[in-house]
């Protein structure tokens, strides 16, 4: 099966983890708005969905940031996207993930495909 990028956003804001609950509700809120924002919700897609989530770190950030588990960050946007890109996060059936360094770039970049 042939697989169709439907769309990517890059957010501008550190990347976020599940591991800290403190305020977790408040970031999850306040990340769907800018992606509802972005993407003008358009669409909620059936079936399954791939993703791909690359975490940027400022070089300068990153050695305090190292301790932001991946599976966390992806948990957290897994749970975001839910509602406004995807039904549900079971249609989720592959994740390509990974945190990188930049002397000037900081935020995550969303790669949705079906």
Not at 101 to 110: A, Q
């Amino acid at each position: 099966m042939r697989q169709k990028h439907l769309h990517s956003w890059f957010l501008q804001i550190p990347p976020i983890s599940n591991n800290n609950k403190k305020h977790l509700a408040k970031k999850k809120e306040k990340v769907r708005q800018i992606l509802r924002a972005q993407h003008c919700g358009a669409y909620k897609l059936d079936g399954e969905v791939r993703l791909k989530l690359i975490f940027w770190y400022k070089m300068d950030k990153y050695k305090s940031r190292k301790k932001f588990d991946l599976d966390n960050m992806i948990k957290f946007f897994c749970d975001v996207l839910t509602g406004i890109i995807y039904k549900d996060d079971n249609q989720v059936v592959k994740i390509e993930a990974e945190k990188k360094c930049d002397n000037f770039l900081e935020g995550i970049s969303i790669d949705v495909i079906k």
